[in-house]
């Protein structure tokens, strides 16, 4: 939920607000995605 919420500010978004199941799961699997993203950003931005 804080990678969605994090990545609707990143990309300036307004759609935080949960609807259907079927997001939920889509938020989850994003969020698994840009959890490794950010990761490898912040490791980098740290090199």
């Known amino acids: 939920m ?12 307004d759609d935080i607000i949960i609807k259907t199941p ?4 889509n938020i989850k699997t994003s969020g698994k995605y ?3 993203l950010l990761r490898i950003i ?3 931005a740290q090199a």
């Open 22 to 25: 079927q997001q939920i799961e």
């Open 42 to 44: 912040f490791d980098k």
């Open 2 to 13: 804080f990678f969605y919420f994090y990545y609707s500010i990143m990309t300036n978004t």
């Open 34 to 36: 840009l959890n490794e």
